[in-house]
């Protein structure tokens, strides 16, 4: 299904779609936000992007855990490391977006910590990962601390930021966020900017597993 | 002694081993005091009685750097031959869960002892001072239980401490700036509503540190 052309159709077109209705669409002129609340389109999509990698990349863990294929390693590598890049372009589109609304472009907001922490746990693994030459043990316990480190984005992003005060959205400073997102802009954020940002990543990932699939093969006809 | 050699429960058994280990040897607890009570020295000499936020932030990198080499020396001590040894006469399960324990409490022990030194040479600035020893043996044991997984891996990866300690400190700064948090508790004489919040989050991120660890060390141990 992944070598398909449809989706990679359907990527560029929402993606098309969120740039040009998202920059020149209406927006509500909310106080403090005003033209800003345009980089939800990519901003949230961005985490929302990065949460279904590292979930994908958890799957083909445990996938491999119960079932040691090399292709699963591969899957669960690759989808973390497309999940690292979407994360640290969230950190960059929120504070650029924290820049102008909120009139830093770090605070130390909660989530903003919490966000960091857990980019540094995953790039933890890319180290773990570097630190082992033979092939088997590297998939395994790098499946184990991918599971682990999956665990702790819960409290790190979803469970901490929740119980502070925070400028996000859920924390207890009450930014309302969703609860009162202008029809006009849901029309631009469900079917444009959340799928076009994750069938972009999709993309990339599936070009890296199949160039990391041929290095593989190549390794072993050598060997 | 014959009588002795039959396990009640092999959990209990290998922990005993340990203990009698390390009763009998003194290096890990004897090393890691003189560790603790040098830096306290050290940063006694550099800062004098530091205020409070400096104290508590000092006292919480202490616990860390005193858990690396703590937890490391328990696990790592085991060579080669000796983890085959335990893989055929008891569970992965049950070695964990041992380890576990005695890691637990090593570093009960060590918060207290160095909790100790820190009142006697950085003087007292918390005003609550038993709510302090609580936290701080809580502390000790959350810590305790992220590093002995930790050790786990570092130990299979056939790598030294070094690995450990890359791999442990993004992993437990959620724990560490929970603990932070808590400790105002100790350090005003008013209490905020949400921190007894906090400290039911740190058990259930304990909860699931053990749980995880259970569930995944099996997969770390054959080979």
Redesign the interface.
């Known amino acids: 299904m992944l070598r398909q052309k449809w989706w990679k159709i359907v990527c560029v077109a929402a993606l098309l779609y969120t740039f040009i209705a998202g920059f020149l669409g209406p927006v509500p002129a909310k106080p403090i936000l005003n033209e800003t609340i345009r980089n939800l389109y990519f901003h949230v999509a961005m985490w929302f992007s990065m949460m279904i990698f590292f979930i994908v990349s958890v799957i083909y863990s445990i996938k491999y855990l119960r079932k040691p294929n090399p292709v699963f390693d591969i899957y669960a590598l690759e989808y973390a490391k497309a999940g690292i890049v979407f994360g640290c372009l969230g950190v960059l589109t929120g504070s650029m977006w924290a820049g102008f609304a909120w009139g830093a472009f770090w605070s130390n907001d909660p989530k903003q910590l919490g966000a960091i922490i857990a980019l540094l746990i995953y790039l933890a693994y890319l180290v773990l990962r570097n630190s082992m030459t033979d092939m088997d043990k590297r998939a395994r316990i790098g499946a184990v601390y991918n599971i682990f480190a999956f665990a702790m984005l819960f409290p790190t992003i979803w469970i901490i930021p929740r119980m502070v005060e925070s400028l996000h959205p859920g924390g207890l400073g009450g930014n309302p966020a969703f609860k009162d997102l202008d029809p006009r802009m849901e029309a631009v954020f469900w079917p444009g900017a959340v799928p076009g940002w994750c069938l972009l990543g999709v993309w990339i990932t599936t070009l890296r597993i199949r160039l990391q699939l041929v290095v593989e093969k190549r390794i072993l006809s050598n060997a | 002694m014959r009588q002795n050699l039959r396990p009640i429960s092999p959990i209990l058994t290998l922990f005993k081993k340990d203990l009698l280990l390390e009763v009998r040897q003194q290096y890990t607890f004897y090393g890691v005091l003189l560790y603790v009570a040098s830096t306290i020295f050290v940063l006694y000499l550099a800062m004098g009685e530091p205020d409070g936020p400096v104290w508590k932030g000092l006292f919480w990198m202490m616990q860390l750097f005193i858990c690396v080499n703590a937890v490391a020396k328990s696990f790592l001590q085991e060579g080669r031959e000796r983890l085959l040894y335990f893989y055929t006469i008891a569970g992965a399960r049950d070695f964990i869960l041992s380890k576990l324990l005695f890691n637990a409490l090593l570093m009960f022990a060590m918060s207290l002892l160095s909790l100790a030194l820190f009142l006697l040479m950085l003087g007292d600035p918390t005003t609550k001072a038993l709510a302090f020893v609580g936290i701080s043996v809580l502390g000790g044991i959350s810590l305790s239980l992220v590093f002995t ?1 930790l050790a786990a ?1 570092a130990a ?2 056939q ?1 030294s401490a070094a ?1 450990m300690a ?2 442990g400190f ?2 437990v ?2 724990q560490l ?2 603990l932070n ?1 808590i400790s105002t508790i100790a350090f005003e004489t008013v209490v905020q509503g ?1 921190l007894v ?2 400290v039911l ?1 740190l058990a259930a ?1 304990d909860a ?1 540190i053990i749980v ?1 660890t259970i569930i ?1 060390f099996p ?2 141990w054959k ?1």
């Open positions: 997984f891996i299979r990866a790598q690995l890359i791999l993004p992993l700064i959620p700036l929970l948090k949400g919040g906090m989050v991120l699931m995880l995944l997969f770390l080979d």
